[in-house]
């Protein structure tokens, strides 16, 4: 997957929030592309990871809030690997592949 793919498809589980936050991640990794050319099977993990990690720093530290538990973040398993997916530490089990993670409830508001 290239790098603009990995976005798209990182944009998409973000759900138009934090943009800014994407950009510098997206940034980041070209740079790491160019030191690392056979990385392309990684990208769409990392990019996640990255972007993670800046928003639960400056925005939501619960982002991707996990739809079955509702009181903690997804993690991306493999690490490093292909075939990234949004992960729930608590079951172990897939929720998505990155890019297609649904639509979250707004974390902080409850019905
Ligand atoms: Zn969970």
Redo the contacts with the bound molecule.
């Keep these: 997957m290239s790098l603009s793919e990995a976005r798209t498809a990182v944009q998409h589980d973000l759900h138009g929030r934090w943009d800014t936050l994407l950009e510098q991640a997206a940034a980041h990794r070209a740079w790491w592309l160019l030191q690392w050319p056979g990385g392309d099977p990684y990208v769409p993990g990392l990019l996640a990871q990255d972007v993670q990690e800046a928003v639960h720093e400056r925005a939501d530290p619960l982002w991707p809030l996990?739809?079955?538990?509702?009181?903690?973040a997804?993690f991306v398993e493999p690490d490093l690997g292909e075939d990234a997916f949004w992960v729930?530490?608590?079951?172990g089990?897939p929720?998505a592949e990155v890019g297609r993670l649904p639509e979250q409830p707004r974390t902080g508001t409850r019905p």
């Design positions: 996990c739809p079955t538990c509702r009181d903690h997804l729930c530490h608590r079951s089990l929720i």
